[in-house]
Each structure stands twice: as structure tokens, then as C-alpha cells.
């Protein structure tokens, strides 16, 4: 089992401790993932129907029964747009599909103890797929945090540690434990988004393996961005597809790195001070990622579009109204869906994303 870095492309033994390259770079799986449309039609649907495109090495999955999420149309700007219902997983958010793969890993490397950093939907699932597994979780946040989603993680029984200052120093604080641990990082651990590739996938099989014109998915550290890019240009090296499908990524205006890189034609995120938002699941200043996710939209003529809160809460009302009740950073997607389409910069098949449910963010 191998990983190799994506800057300097070395390949590294995977190891308990190593979450990152030596030249710094984040690494990714080194193995040859495989497109096996006939075998997956004749299993049950669910994440875990496209194995052979995962780095599993036959390891046994850390399930807690990963549905194919519904892909639901709803009329928007007098057109049709297919919603694909990622709140419905088990602890609210599409994270389960990277947690799963993760934590199915640890296990399989006998990893007794994880460490993560993450104030929201990935210290989740990282901790409810820990307790499925049998392995100790503890997540790191900063002590300004307050928030349902901390409640959930100490119900799974993960230990939440709050770190006073900065989210800087909350970063120290996880790697210092990542030392002795194992750092099951929703943004450096490449097995997380090779797990939410499966959303990629399984929207391409929904979809009866045509390809959709536009892709409309908020992004922050890019785990959802990436892992649909991924699966989309697996399927074009397949045969599959012959196109790209475009990716939209969307930020709120408060956080907008990648939306002001995009616009300079820059190949690494901007520089930003970030204002609060209700977008608060894909406030990330400093993305890991953003160069992949700069690279990956250029590659498939896609865009970047940032959307204020008033916006996003006026898209949580609609959808809401509608019976679909979402967080805001899973509404932000359908203000960005409605804006491209009234602008006509999105246009044919588009499908976007409800990431995270109402219940997380209930007031
Ligand atoms: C994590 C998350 C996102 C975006 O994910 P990134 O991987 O940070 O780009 C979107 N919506 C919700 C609800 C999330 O929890
Ligand atoms: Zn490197």
C-alpha cells in the first residue's frame, strides 16, 4: 500500500504516522482505480458497489448501511434541475462516504486511536464511523466553537477537545497528537476523498452513465469538488464518458479564496481575511487542496461563483417550503444553481447538491 505525493509525485509506504509528504505536498492513493459498469449493475446499490474503483487492498467495509442518496428534480428558474440528496446519509452529510473509506482503512491497518480537526460535519462522521469500527476518536476544535454538531460528536462518544486562540493553534494541537496517532484528516488523508468519489459515481450510474452537462457543489477544502472530478475523469479514461462534465464550486462571498483566484487566473487560492457566514461548513481561508481544485475546474471549463448569506437563507427558505430541509452550507449550492441558470451561464443537464440536513443548524 502506497501513497504518492501530489507535488513532487515520491512514493511514501502508508504508515500510522504519515499524513503528509516530506516536501510538504498532500498525497494521494498510488493505485490504478477500475471502471467495472456490468459487475456494479449486478450488486445492491450503495457507495460500496463501486469497490473496484476504491484502494479497499480487501479490506472489509466500516458500514453503516451508505444509501445511494435519491436524485430528486426540482423546478428552478422554469427549468429542471436533479438534486441529489446527500442529508439523508446517517449522520447528516455526504462526509459519511469519505469517513467509511477512511476508517474502513485504519482498521484494516490496526490503527487503535484517531485524531481529526474539524468543527462540523467531517468530526461527524469521522467520529460516528470511529465507534462503528471500535476505534478511539478524538477531535480538536477551537474553543470559540459552539455548535450542535460538537453535541453529536461526544454523543458518538469521540472526545471533543477545545483549543484556546487561534484556528491556527488548534491546528498545532492535532498534529502534535497526530505524533502518536493516527490523523484522520478529512483534507490531508487522500482515502477520505476517494471515498466521496463515490458520490461522483454513483450520480453517473443514476444518471444511466450520460453524462450531465453542469455539476453545481460548494467547496471549501474540496473533498466533495475533487472526489466528483475524480470519478467523472476516471470514467472519461474508462471509455465511459467522452466529455468532462463542468464543475461549479461555489463559496460564500465572507470566504472566497478560490472565487478570487479563478477570476485573476491564478493557480493557487487567494490570499483572504475571512468574514463570518452561515455558510460556516466551507469557511476555509486556506485550502490544502485549492490548487487541485483551481487545476481540476480550468480542466473541465468550469467555474467559481461566491453567494452572500442573504442569498443562501432565501435558498434554505425556498427549498424548505419546498420540504427539503437543508443546512446553509448545503443551501448556497442552489442560490449559486438559480443565479448561473437566470444568468444563463449554466445551461442542459445540471445537478447539484443538498450536502448537510436542516437539523444541524435548526435555529
Ligand atoms: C464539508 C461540507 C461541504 C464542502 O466540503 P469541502 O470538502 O470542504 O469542500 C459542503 N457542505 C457541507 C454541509 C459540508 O459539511
Ligand atoms: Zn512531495
Same mark, same amino acid.
Given at each position: @500500500?502506497?501513497?504518492k505525493?501530489?507535488?513532487?509525485?515520491?512514493?511514501?509506504?502508508?504508515?500510522?504516522?504519515?499524513?503528509?509528504?516530506?516536501?510538504?505536498?498532500?498525497?494521494?492513493? +498510488?493505485?490504478?482505480?477500475?471502471?467495472?459498469? +456490468?459487475?456494479?449493475?449486478?450488486?445492491?446499490?450503495?457507495?460500496?458497489?463501486? #469497490?473496484?474503483?476504491l484502494?479497499?487492498?480487501?479490506?472489509?467495509?466500516?458500514?453503516?448501511?451508505?444509501p445511494a442518496?435519491?436524485?430528486?428534480? !426540482? $423546478?428552478?428558474e422554469?427549468?429542471?434541475?436533479?438534486?441529489?440528496?446527500?442529508?439523508?446519509?446517517?449522520?447528516g452529510?455526504?462526509? +459519511?462516504?469519505?469517513?467509511?473509506?477512511?476508517?474502513?482503512?485504519?482498521?484494516?491497518?490496526?490503527?487503535?486511536?484517531?485524531?481529526?480537526?474539524?468543527?462540523?460535519?467531517?468530526?461527524?462522521?469521522?467520529?460516528? %464511523?470511529?465507534?462503528? *469500527?471500535?476505534?478511539?476518536?478524538?477531535?480538536?476544535?477551537?474553543?470559540?466553537?459552539?455548535?450542535?454538531? !460538537?453535541?453529536?460528536?461526544e454523543? %458518538?462518544?469521540?472526545?471533543?477537545?477545545? /483549543?484556546?486562540?487561534?484556528? $491556527?493553534?488548534? *491546528?498545532?494541537?492535532?498534529?502534535?497528537?497526530?505524533?502518536?496517532? &493516527?490523523?484522520?484528516?478529512?483534507t %490531508?488523508?487522500?482515502? &477520505?476523498?476517494?471515498?466521496?468519489?463515490?458520490f461522483?459515481?454513483?450520480?453517473?450510474?443514476?444518471?444511466?452513465?450520460?453524462?450531465?452537462?453542469?455539476?453545481?457543489?460548494?467547496?471549501?477544502?474540496?473533498?466533495?469538488?475533487?472526489?466528483?472530478?475524480?470519478? &467523472?475523469?476516471?470514467?472519461?479514461?474508462?471509455? /465511459?464518458? $467522452?466529455? @468532462?462534465?463542468?464543475?461549479?464550486?461555489v463559496?460564500?462571498?465572507?470566504?472566497?479564496?478560490l472565487?478570487? #483566484?479563478?477570476? #485573476?487566473?491564478?493557480?493557487?487560492?487567494?490570499?483572504? =481575511?475571512?468574514?463570518?457566514?452561515?455558510?460556516?461548513?466551507?469557511?476555509?481561508?486556506?485550502?490544502?487542496?485549492?490548487?487541485?481544485?483551481l487545476?481540476?475546474?480550468?480542466?473541465?471549463?468550469?467555474? &467559481? =461563483?461566491?453567494? +452572500?448569506? $442573504?442569498?443562501?437563507m432565501?435558498?434554505?427558505?425556498?427549498?424548505?417550503?419546498?420540504?427539503?430541509?437543508?443546512?446553509?452550507?448545503?443551501?448556497?449550492?442552489?442560490?449559486a444553481?438559480?443565479?448561473?441558470?437566470?444568468?444563463?451561464?449554466?445551461?442542459?443537464?445540471?445537478?447539484?447538491?443538498?450536502?448537510?440536513?436542516?437539523?444541524?443548524h435548526?435555529?
Amino acid at each position: @500500500m502506497q501513497w504518492k505525493c501530489a507535488i513532487c509525485g515520491q512514493t511514501k509506504a502508508v504508515t500510522i504516522q504519515r499524513w503528509r509528504c516530506d516536501c510538504g505536498g498532500v498525497l494521494e492513493c +498510488d493505485f490504478t482505480p477500475q471502471v467495472q459498469l +456490468d459487475a456494479w449493475a449486478r450488486r445492491e446499490p450503495g457507495m460500496w458497489r463501486y #469497490a473496484e474503483a476504491l484502494p479497499l487492498y480487501g479490506a472489509t467495509p466500516v458500514s453503516l448501511g451508505e444509501p445511494a442518496t435519491p436524485l430528486v428534480p !426540482l $423546478e428552478l428558474e422554469g427549468g429542471k434541475v436533479l438534486v441529489k440528496q446527500e442529508q439523508l446519509f446517517s449522520t447528516g452529510s455526504y462526509k +459519511d462516504r469519505g469517513a467509511a473509506l477512511l476508517l474502513t482503512m485504519a482498521r484494516h491497518l490496526g490503527v487503535g486511536s484517531v485524531v481529526e480537526d474539524s468543527s462540523g460535519n467531517a468530526g461527524c462522521a469521522v467520529s460516528a %464511523y470511529a465507534a462503528r *469500527a471500535g476505534i478511539r476518536c478524538e477531535v480538536f476544535v477551537p474553543e470559540s466553537t459552539s455548535s450542535a454538531k !460538537l453535541a453529536q460528536m461526544e454523543a %458518538y462518544g469521540a472526545t471533543v477537545t477545545k /483549543v484556546p486562540g487561534s484556528r $491556527e493553534m488548534t *491546528a498545532c494541537a492535532v498534529l502534535e497528537a497526530a505524533k502518536t496517532r &493516527f490523523y484522520a484528516s478529512h483534507t %490531508y488523508n487522500p482515502w &477520505f476523498i476517494e471515498g466521496v468519489k463515490t458520490f461522483g459515481y454513483e450520480l453517473a450510474d443514476q444518471l444511466g452513465y450520460k453524462a450531465p452537462d453542469w455539476v453545481v457543489l460548494p467547496a471549501g477544502n474540496g473533498t466533495l469538488l475533487l472526489g466528483c472530478f475524480r470519478a &467523472f475523469s476516471e470514467l472519461v479514461a474508462a471509455g /465511459v464518458w $467522452e466529455k @468532462m462534465p463542468r464543475l461549479a464550486g461555489v463559496q460564500s462571498t465572507a470566504c472566497s479564496p478560490l472565487v478570487q #483566484a479563478f477570476r #485573476a487566473g491564478l493557480a493557487a487560492p487567494c490570499e483572504v =481575511q475571512p468574514a463570518p457566514t452561515v455558510a460556516e461548513g466551507i469557511a476555509i481561508a486556506e485550502p490544502q487542496r485549492g490548487w487541485q481544485m483551481l487545476q481540476a475546474v480550468a480542466l473541465c471549463g468550469g467555474l &467559481f =461563483q461566491a453567494i +452572500d448569506d $442573504e442569498e443562501t437563507m432565501a435558498a434554505r427558505r425556498w427549498a424548505a417550503l419546498r420540504g427539503f430541509f437543508v443546512e446553509p452550507t448545503a443551501a448556497i449550492a442552489l442560490a449559486a444553481t438559480s443565479r448561473l441558470l437566470r444568468e444563463g451561464r449554466i445551461t442542459g443537464t445540471v445537478v447539484t447538491v443538498f450536502t448537510g440536513h436542516g437539523l444541524k443548524h435548526a435555529h
